[in-house]
């Protein structure tokens, strides 16, 4: 079950920041005037962390968590996304966010849930190029 982290620092812009967190996944939601405009669900935490971002400008992007975990004579260096352009099933991952997505509360809850329902698989032929925020190493 997501659950609220109430203590965030919220930055100086226009958009006000909200973050749930489970064991499986993590949820960032940026509103403005108290409408969403933007969100963030990673999911797979326990094993290969992916995470599917939306925007009003970008529509949807689906990223690879590179950890930052390195060899083991090697300090950890700052987890990066890495654009993913694989197929994925979109409507077992909208289920189980609306399966944990209790604490949420309705209306964003029903947001994200319609946003993820909308596109039943992010396409191989998704142009990375044209959207990728990923730093290199």
């Keep these: 079950m997501l659950q609220e982290i109430t203590h965030l620092r919220q ?9 749930f967190t489970s064991r499986d996944m993590d949820l960032f939601i940026w509103s403005r005037n108290k409408e969403p405009v933007r969100f963030q669900l990673a999911y797979d ?4 962390e992916k995470a ?9 992007n689906h990223y690879l968590v590179d950890t930052g975990e390195t060899e083991l004579d090697h300090y950890k260096q700052t987890p990066i996304l890495i654009n993913l352009c694989d197929q994925h099933d979109m409507t077992k991952l909208a ?10 509360g309705f209306n964003l809850s029903d947001f994200i849930y319609a946003r ?4 039943t698989t992010i396409p191989a032929w998704h142009d990375a190029a044209r959207t990728d925020h990923s730093r290199k190493r």
């Design 52 to 60: 599917i971002s939306w925007s009003f400008q970008l529509g949807f």
């Design 95 to 104: 289920r189980e966010f609306l399966a944990a997505s209790e604490n949420v």
């Design 116 to 119: 993820l329902m909308a596109i």
């Design 45 to 48: 935490k326990r094993n290969r």
């Design 11 to 19: 930055s100086k812009r226009s958009h006000v920041k909200r973050w």
